[in-house]
């Protein structure tokens, strides 16, 4: 057995590092839900093990996603990431060779140059070493790209990169001494007994020339052993967590483990510890843009660890999904907003029992019920073109809340009180249901949403108003004529990133004038600022959000500008010269009768 | 027939022992907005609980200032956090914030 005392920080912070890895994982297994659990162990013995490590291999070592939105950022993951397993796994495979054993110690493959100076055969002596060597100089480019980031970010695209604590600086500083100090240790052993590959023998031979490698060579190894300690040691308590916990996170999604609609279980732990504070969060974030702001997805999540969230954090936030959008990792950031946001909300005051039967309707039987929704009823125009295209098409409905309704819950749900949105949306599915519509159109994107996800109706089929137009319009029931106006057209955030409509108001507007693309659209699409999700965020800031993103939509010069949502027309509207209109008011406007 | 808030005034003079300025203050540190209210009634106006309930934000704010916080507790019960008062609001007040932060202030204070 070859040994030597520098192995011992490399041991002991490994030993300590899988000791704390294992005891979170199992804390965090016993927090998941027990049927999350379930599908968790039954998963083991399933197809579902190959396609998770089949995507393991694609995002935690390939790096693909962060690939697609940055080649350079990509290359850099990409190579510390497959480089370091590799690495791991061919140096294990040299050292097993070498020692003719299976079981050899684990720290065999990673001191293995300072132990064994022996060179023979082909593998031993080039195939090995040319490999390992070809990996080290990858890893070794990588270094100086990362060093590189923190120094000159604006080579990566990156106007800001995410602000580090001491944790972080810690293993950052670490991670960046492993891979020059492995470099320096084996070219010093090189140069000594002549066992290296072409760069650390090239490396050593130089080396030689000038510096008393015998008497330097155990420091080097020494230093080597010990940032990997120092690594190992930081790791639990850094972003790179991520590393280790990400894996896990691919198996449990593709065991079908998700967040539930109302609490945030072990599973959103295990997506807080994958966040590797790559910061593509930090410039996608508006209000970071235009509000001097620092709670983007990156600094929520850290706080959130850190446990030292406050209500402020979690409440200003427009939800908007952009960061959720841009995360390589796929962390739902927005759905754990949102669920935190129960721990900080109000809890009494709240009384909906007045509201049970106040709504009736008449008896008469109706094919489609309409809803317009809270906002609707402040854009009049949106529910006169609605009803009017019910009409001239002869479609029997019923206007749910044309002398106003309850509200449909999920501006509560948004504030953080899930129970009491819970009586709302009891009473109003009665109301809706009692209607004996087939179809339910809404006018409101953020009504459209909790409609389709969590008032579960059996056999009513949720649609938004852009889907239904568009429908009507394919049916040939909906004739246009399409004149020349150029229009653009604004994704609202409730419709497109969190509902993954983009389509059907494109096809219907497409139909009826000349639509325009936009710079920012379909999920990149900005907020309008008017969000209901944000309650701290004052007028003032509201109106520079909503005018940095209207600035963007009005850059090609359009004659109007459509949206799908009232709210966004709304807030629009009050900073915009040109026209704001809704998808129905344009469809209205054009429809042949 | 909506009630926008204006007969609630009955006859008294302000009562400075009876008042508690707890609320208000915890309220207007939270959102200062609140001392932006001229009592226009807007909100009253497009609120869609005032359809079925007796429910005026312009009230709320009166008790709010006053110290009652035993009609405050009444009044602000049936708000649905739709937001439709801070769109319409003229004074570009954060209405909704300060629902949420009265009852978070209530809660608080145990009142």
Not at chain 1, 4 to 28: E, K, M, N, T
Not at chain 1, 68 to 88: E, S
Not at chain 1, 250 to 273: H, M, Q
Not at chain 1, 563 to 585: G, Q, R, W, Y
Request: aromatic content about 12%.
């Amino acid at each position: 057995m070859s040994f030597d005392w520098f192995v011992l920080p490399f041991s002991i912070g490994a030993l300590i590092l899988i000791v704390v890895l294992i005891s979170r994982y199992i804390l965090w297994v016993i927090k998941l839900s027990r049927a999350d659990r379930r599908k968790s162990w039954r998963s083991v013995f399933s197809f579902k093990l190959f396609q998770a490590v089949w995507e393991v291999f694609n995002e935690s070592l390939l790096h693909r996603k962060i690939f697609r939105v940055n080649a350079l950022l990509g290359w850099m993951h990409m190579t510390f990431a497959l480089g370091w397993f590799l690495l791991i796994v061919i140096g294990s495979v040299e050292s097993k060779f070498h020692k003719e054993k299976v079981f050899n110690m684990p720290y065999d493959p990673i001191f293995l140059r300072y132990f064994e100076h022996d060179v023979h055969g082909f593998w031993f002596a080039e195939g090995f070493t040319t490999i390992m060597d070809t990996i080290l100089l990858l890893l070794l480019v990588a270094t100086i790209m990362a060093v590189s980031k923190r120094f000159f970010k604006w080579i990566y695209g990156m106007k800001r990169t995410t602000k580090l604590h001491p944790g972080d600086q810690i293993a950052l500083a670490s991670l960046w001494l492993i891979f020059p100090m492995r470099f320096i240790a084996e070219s010093f052993t090189a140069g000594i007994y002549g066992n290296g590959g072409y760069l650390t023998q090239t490396a050593g031979d130089i080396f030689a020339t000038f510096l008393p490698l015998k008497s330097l060579e155990l420091g080097a190894w020494w230093t080597y052993s010990s940032a990997l300690c120092l690594f190992f040691l930081f790791l639990p308590f850094s972003r790179y967590m991520h590393i280790p916990t990400e894996v896990f996170l691919i198996y449990l999604r593709k065991a079908g483990v998700k967040t539930p609609d109302n609490k945030l279980t072990g599973f959103s732990e295990f997506e807080t510890y994958s966040c590797s504070r790559c910061g593509l969060c930090i410039d996608q974030c508006q209000l970071s843009e235009t509000t001097g702001y620092d709670d983007q997805a990156v600094y929520f999540l850290q706080k959130l660890r850190r446990n030292i969230l406050q209500e402020e954090s979690s409440h200003n936030c427009l939800l908007c999904g952009k960061c959720t959008n841009i995360c390589p990792v796929g962390i739902d950031i927005t759905k754990i907003r949102l669920l935190k946001r129960t721990e900080f909300a109000p809890e009494m005051l709240f009384n909906y029992r007045h509201y049970e039967n106040v709504i009736h309707h008449d008896e008469r039987k109706v094919d489609v019920a309409y809803f317009g929704g809270c906002m609707t009823h402040l854009t009049p125009k949106i529910k006169i073109a609605m009803t009017g295209i019910f009409r001239k098409l002869n479609i029997r409905y019923n206007f749910v809340d044309e002398n106003g309704s309850i509200c449909c819950g999920r501006p509560l749900k948004l504030a953080g009180n899930h129970m009491q949105a819970r009586d709302l949306m009891q009473e109003n599915k009665r109301i809706i249901i009692a209607t004996g519509a087939k179809i339910l159109v809404t006018s409101c994107p953020i009504c459209y949403n909790i409609f389709k996800n969590e008032y579960k109706f059996d056999k009513i089929q949720v649609l938004h108003h852009s889907e239904y137009l568009n429908l009507l319009h394919k049916e040939g029931a909906l004739k246009l004529t399409p004149n020349e106006e150029k229009m653009v057209y604004h994704d609202p955030c409730e419709l497109g990133r969190m509902m993954n409509i983009y389509e059907p108001p494109r096809e219907i507007l497409e139909k009826s004038g000349k639509l325009i693309p936009v710079q920012k659209e379909k999920n990149f699409a900005d907020c309008c600022g008017g969000s209901l999700a944000n309650l701290p965020l004052s007028e003032d800031n509201r109106r520079k959000v909503s005018k940095e993103a209207l600035t963007k939509l009005l850059a090609p010069s359009p004659d109007i500008l459509v949206t799908a949502c009232p709210l966004c027309k709304k807030t629009f509207s009050n900073v915009s010269d040109t026209p704001v209109k809704d998808i129905a008011e344009v469809v209205y406007e054009r429809m042949i009768e | 027939m909506k009630t926008f808030g204006y007969t609630i005034q009955n006859d008294r003079q302000i009562d400075f022992d009876a008042a508690d300025k707890k609320l208000y203050r915890y309220v207007a540190e939270k959102e200062p907005d609140i001392n932006l209210c001229i009592f226009c009634g807007t909100c009253t106006a497009t609120c869609s609980a005032a359809e079925f309930k007796n429910m005026s934000f312009r009230k709320i704010s009166l008790f709010l200032r006053r110290g009652l916080t035993e009609n405050l507790k009444r009044e602000i019960e049936s708000c649905m956090f739709c937001g439709k008062c801070t769109l319409v609001c003229p004074r570009g007040i954060n209405t909704r914030n300060i629902i949420f932060n009265i009852r978070k202030g209530i809660e608080e204070y145990e009142f």
